[in-house]
């Protein structure tokens, strides 16, 4: 793809009560050797100094909506998003360096794909004498994360957008949906997300991720029926 040519990407953040770790998602953002980058964050309903953060970032889009959950706050963004591509970033984790130059060129070598994700290294945030730590728990884990993604804004039109209802396990349930309709997509070996597991990530909370991912499945379920 020629640097001449490189279309924009909408990155869209769903941010609530981001303080802690909003910057340096941003900063991962924004430090990326890819130009142009749109970036929009979402705060769904923060209290805390989300909004004072990313007012400080000049060049991000900064939109507010009442507490209505991750997937709502997503929706919000597409809605907003002016790119022909799509990528996510959630507020606590961040992106490595080379994240889109990773991605774009399997959409190059395929164009038929509608979408495609990279590896993710999990760090958890472990307690320490002196406040939490990071620790390398994975180098290298392949499951599908919004975050890892790239994505052409028409799958949206195909699949559809995040189902508001599931608080948990929206993206899994997005792409789902994505494979029953047969929509092509790839993966690459490459890291290009860090994710961040803490007490406060959705994915902490094993029992609620459990009660989600059923929830999920039984959507995924009821549509195989009527379909």
Known sequence: MSIDSLPLVSVIIPAFNAERYLGEAL?????????????????????????????????????AQANQGVPNARNAGLRAATADWIAFLDADDYWLPGHLEALFPVFEQDPSLMFAWGTTRVIEMR????????????????????????????????????????????????????????????????????????????????????????AMLRKSIARQRTS
Do not use: C
């Open 127 to 214: 307690r320490g004498e002196d406040g939490p730590t990071p620790v390398v728990i994975n180098q290298a884990w392949p499951m599908f994360l919004l975050g890892a993604t790239l994505f052409r804004r028409e799958v949206f039109d195909v699949v559809g957008p995040f189902d508001g209802q599931l608080r948990r396990a929206n993206d899994l349930d997005w792409i789902a949906r994505a494979r029953q309709m047969a929509v092509t997509s790839s993966q690459i070996s490459e890291p290009v997300l860090v994710y961040r597991k803490h007490h406060q990530s959705l994915m902490s909370d094993q029992v609620a991720a459990k009660k989600a991912a059923f």
């Open 27 to 63: 900063d991962s953002v924004l430090e990326q050797a890819y130009r142009p980058i749109e970036i929009i964050v979402v705060d769904d309903g923060s209290t805390d100094g989300t909004r004072a953060i990313t007012k400080a970032y000049p060049e991000v889009t900064y939109l």
